[in-house]
């Protein structure tokens, strides 16, 4: 089993960035994708972004150019750096971990930190 933990999330303007973290414990060496999903409220969960092993990112188009994701191996964890925020960046965010070389990984989910863009 793997277990995940989100922090980072909070209130920031239009514009502004976050950078959120997730740490993996339990059977991490198991652990092939990482990502992040993302759920506004009335709006099914999508896809944001992820990461293989080596560090092969992934981005929804809604996000390309304006989200960062990076992985530590070593510690872990998985960053999603997030710039150039909008309003419709908001939504609770969900760190996912996942053994199968996919890019939309599905197995293992963290409770979700909510982020909100307002001014």
């Known amino acids: 089993q793997v277990q995940l933990g989100e922090s980072g999330g909070g209130l920031v303007q239009p514009g502004g960035s976050l950078r959120l973290s997730c740490a993996a414990s339990?059977?991490?060496?198991?652990?092939?994708?990482m990502g992040w999903y993302r759920q506004a409220p009335g709006n099914e969960r999508e896809l944001v972004a992820s990461?293989?092993?080596?560090?092969?990112?992934y981005y929804e188009d809604a996000v390309r150019g304006r989200f960062t994701i990076s992985r530590d191996n070593d510690r872990n964890t998985v960053i999603l750096q997030m710039d150039s925020l909008e309003p419709g960046d908001t939504a609770l965010y969900y760190c996912?971990?996942?053994?199968?070389?996919?890019?939309?990984?599905?197995?293992?989910w963290g409770q979700g930190t909510r982020v909100t863009v307002a001014s």
């Open positions: 996912v971990a996942d053994p199968r070389n996919s890019y939309r990984p599905s197995e293992y």
């Open positions: 339990g059977t991490t060496s198991s652990i092939y994708v």
């Open positions: 990461i293989s092993r080596g560090s092969t990112p």
